[in-house]
């Protein structure tokens, strides 16, 4: 007899108590998709703004995400994996399940040794902080401020900037409690949110925020900076002050960014898990929670508590 697949799913808009556990049949992979049993289950901003009602996201509301787990069924035309690879990948749509259907061109096998959550902590994210740097271009010489700097892509970026030899990098964050963090990973400067200064201006900014902080994001560059936007909270900037001081935003998607540099794209992907396994890159897990509490997780991530990637097990 078949065991119901457990899933997270909510149908109304609010805060994470409107997540619902519930049971689903088994999916079946079509044409270029893995099935894979989670192992681990990466929580991500952009999914907690969806519960919130942000994009106005149809319902019932599924999220997507990032997952790592093993292979145990594969669809048609799929011949880069077989069943029982472990893999990573990101999925567009029920990533909070037990068993998820990925895409096998989003997918990447996981090194032997490594572990599902190291995974889920270190790929997707990695990869958003490699794309905005690689955007962003900073020389060795200049300055880069981070927001979100102890969430799950923004502590990758600070110790990826310093990797990448940049002399000054700023850690921007919501409370003082993180600095220790965040100098431990090579910033060299932490300043919050509510600071009246940050400091003397930078060359580049590494915006996964927005909202009501990207003004002040655009604001702490210096004449000629220019600001990598990455952030599913929106906002708007003046165009004035673009113009006013010489500066540029760009947005900055991983779609657009795997499909227009997919060379550069699996560099990065070898890059990081070399850095990891060397043990030069530290990708931090600030918690590890049951499916059957995905509520907890979300939380976590809503009062910006998080000092690195929160992850949920099945």
Known sequence: MEVPVRRVRYYEYGSPAVLRLEE??????GPGELLVRTEAIGV????????????????????GGEIAGAVVAIGP???????????????????????????????SRIPDGASCTQAVALVRSGHVALAALAT??????????I?????????????????????RVVAAVSSTDKADFLRGLGADEVVTYDSQHWGEPVDVVLDGVGGDLLPRALAALRPGGRLI????GGGTVPAFDLLAGSKTVTGLTMARFANTEPELYEQ????????SQSGRLRPAVHAEIP?????SAHEIIEARANLGKVVLRP
């Open 24 to 29: 689903a049949a088994t999916p079946e992979p």
């Open 147 to 167: 927001t979100g700097a102890a969430s799950g892509v923004g502590h990758l970026a600070v110790q990826l900037a310093k990797i990448h030899g940049i002399k």
């Open 268 to 275: 990065h992907h070898q890059q990081l898990w070399q850095l």
């Open 291 to 295: 499916l059957t509490d995905a509520a």
């Open 136 to 145: 962003a271009r900073p020389t060795t010489t200049e300055s880069v401020l």
């Open 77 to 107: 035309g799929v011949s880069s994996f077989a069943v029982g690879d472990r893999i990573t990948s990101l999925t567009f749509t029920g990533s909070y399940a037990d068993l998820v259907l990925a895409p096998d061109f989003l997918a």
């Open 229 to 232: 936007f990455f952030s599913s």
């Open 44 to 63: 991500t901003l952009p999914s907690v703004r969806r519960v919130r009602g942000e994009g106005e996201t149809p319902l019932p509301g599924v999220l």
